[in-house]
């Protein structure tokens, strides 16, 4: 069986993971349909999947492919509601990054 780490990201880190999936966390900024924009240090256009049930200005966490525009095809998001820490989650993608021996493995 074959592991493979998914990796917390933000906006910023996209480019390194296309065709591979990714944690984000970031606040909903804007639905139009089967899409997403969402601020995670950065916009980032998320093609939801149908069991997404979303809010302009909550907090989510979706885990998902990214594609080779840096848009992310969904594959499950999780509402975190209204009182999330975005600072603490950037953090802790960065720290992952800055630490990639502890938290990824290839």
Do not use: W
């Amino acid at each position: 069986m074959e592991g493979a780490a998914t990796p917390r990201v933000t906006a910023s880190y996209l480019s390194s993971y296309i065709g591979k999936n990714v944690i984000v966390v970031g606040k909903v900024i804007q639905l139009r349909g089967d899409e997403a924009t969402l601020d995670a240090e950065g916009s980032i256009n998320a093609h939801l999947n149908r069991d997404a049930h979303l809010a302009v200005g909550n907090g989510v966490q979706v885990i998902g492919k990214v594609n080779p525009d840096l848009s992310i095809k969904v594959l499950t998001s999780l509402d975190l509601g209204q009182g999330v820490d975005y600072n603490l989650a950037n953090t802790v993608a960065e720290i992952a990054h800055q630490q990639r021996s502890i938290f990824f493995y290839d």
